[in-house]
């Protein structure tokens, strides 16, 4: 047997010793719980994307009234989503979570409607029935007869799926870990805040300042800057029925009000213009279309369900008013390696608008752009993106998306919010943009577009 010195003896114990405290080390930091006032972005750290919603299993589940669903195809797909872990029994971090998050469903209703829904799922569904879920969703008031407040579904299943959607999400992590966070009562203040349809997702605290969650979660869930309930109601409602003398709608309204050139509101007057290359390659100036009926859009293809509601509506209108030589449409794109006039030569052909069609597709610089859209066309500012909420390496700035409407003295007449999450706001942006086209061409009233698929004008 070999013989050892008492050096070597010490310097073994204190090397097991570093080891030791090396692994605890390691264990405490995967095995802690996020704690409310931590940062989840950056202990996050992934980019939770499209691809990460998609991930998500799609398992079975049961909700308080006993109705059936598939999470990801049923209940997330297409959907803006506040997803939180709860069990019946807790006593401790579900009540305030319960609380913020009713806090919350009520701000949401300003902004989002029902377009916004939460989804509370048990993590223990071998003691929580459908039925025990349901006495305890009555205990936090969810049921309203409110039309505008989202929908909030408390949901219980398997509990391997669940436990496979908490694996997925990032709240249970690896073997070492799995008996520290699969406990109930782990994460219970953590909310999963997404939208499929856009890819953004993120995850929040629900003991965070209230104010700070909000706005994030506007941002990360929001279909764009501009896409809000109260918002669409000023500026597509309220402007028109104040011009007209008559009370403001409460909603929005399903009959769009008769009108005249006259009692169109006069929002502004350009006193700069806009230059650009346009798809054939020809310098072109928007004072070139003086004496026209003119709409303009901001198109961002890098946004394809922003850019596919604002190109439906002026493909609609090109079809109705294209034939007309004072009538003219223009779609304005920051110049990029992506967006030059050669790429929107295809672009246009694309989506079948050909080069005769009274319709420009320009590129301009994105300083002069940005500048024209604020403070010309009374546009919302470009906003840049963070990084970590960009869907691709082009997606840089959050733009306002609406269509302004230019009279023949070049006057700001309208601003319209065609791209909306809800389809019948959208058809009805869509139509009052007609109406008033139409009136400023002093055309005879025309029968509602019956075949624009306003659903598809959804992100």
Known sequence: MPSYSPLFFKRFQLLLGLIALTAAMQHKMQ?????????????????????????????????????????????????AVIISFFYTNCEDACPVTNSKLAQMRKELKKSFGRSIQILSITVDSA????????????????????PDMPDWKFLTGDAADILKVRETIGLVSNDITRKEDSKPSAHGTVLVVGNQSTGRWTLLSATGPMEQNMERLKRIAGWTQQVRYEEHRKSVLETRSAAAGQPQAEAAAAVIPAGTAATIPVLGKLTGDLTGVER??????????????????????????????????MRALNEEFGGRADFHQLSMSAASERETPEYFRSYAEGIGVGTAAPWWFVTVERPHLHAFAKDQLGLAPARLIPEEERLNTFDLYENDLR?????????????????????????????????????????????????????????
């Open 31 to 79: 095995a802690a719980p996020l704690a409310a006032g931590d940062d989840l972005q950056s202990e996050n750290q992934r980019l939770m994307r499209r691809g990460y919603g998609d991930k998500l299993p799609d398992i079975p589940l049961v909700d308080q009234h006993g109705r059936h669903f598939r999470l990801f195809s049923d209940l997330i797909k297409d959907k």
């Open 127 to 146: 003691r929580d029935t459908p039925e025990k879920i349901a006495r305890y969703a009555r205990m936090q008031k969810v049921e309203t007869s409110d």
């Open 280 to 313: 054939a390659g020809r310098g072109v100036r928007l004072s070139e279309l003086s004496g026209k009926v003119t709409v303009l859009s901001q198109l961002y293809t890098v946004c394809p369900h922003g850019s596919k509601a604002v190109i439906a509506a």
């Open 403 to 459: 269509l302004v409407l230019l009279d023949r003295q070049g006057q700001v007449r309208g601003r319209y919010q065609v791209f909306h999450p809800d389809p019948d706001i959208g058809a009805t942006a869509v139509e009052m943009l007609r109406r008033d086209v139409r009136h400023l061409l002093n055309e005879p009233a025309a029968a509602p577009l019956r075949n624009l698929d306003t659903a598809s004008l959804r992100p």
